[in-house]
């Protein structure tokens, strides 16, 4: 089992694929590496030598930020939002959807399981 940024990457999966396990790798990003290593498509994670994994380490260590510095960077701008005040800001502290979407239905990621009003009872004609 390859472990590249602090991420067990799994065996059996292609090595395009298993590079999306580590967080701020995507699709593009994860072909990006496999193409600049020359990494073929059909290569599983357990077929990699020592060598290849230390490469892909290497470049991703030098040209990505990944795991834990990411999420330190993206925290630290919810909270500079949140600190300033501004609208996106109010929006994270309240825990509702940021960017323009609907709350009327819908939004139940963002606000949770539903909750009952008390004395609001459906009226039924």
Known sequence: MARIAGVNLPDKKRVEFALRYI??????RSAAIC?????PDAKRVFELTDDEVLKI??????DYQVEGD???IVTMNVKR???LGCYRGLRHRKGL???????HTNAR???GK???IPGKKKVTK
């Open 23 to 28: 967080y701020g790798i995507g699709p593009t």
């Open 109 to 111: 990621t963002r606000k």
């Open 57 to 62: 380490r290497e470049v991703i260590d030098r």
């Open 35 to 39: 193409k600049e290593l020359g990494i």
């Open 114 to 116: 539903a909750r009952a």
């Open 97 to 103: 959807p940021v960017n323009g979407q609907r709350t």
């Open 81 to 83: 939002l949140m600190d």
């Open 70 to 72: 990411l999420r330190r």
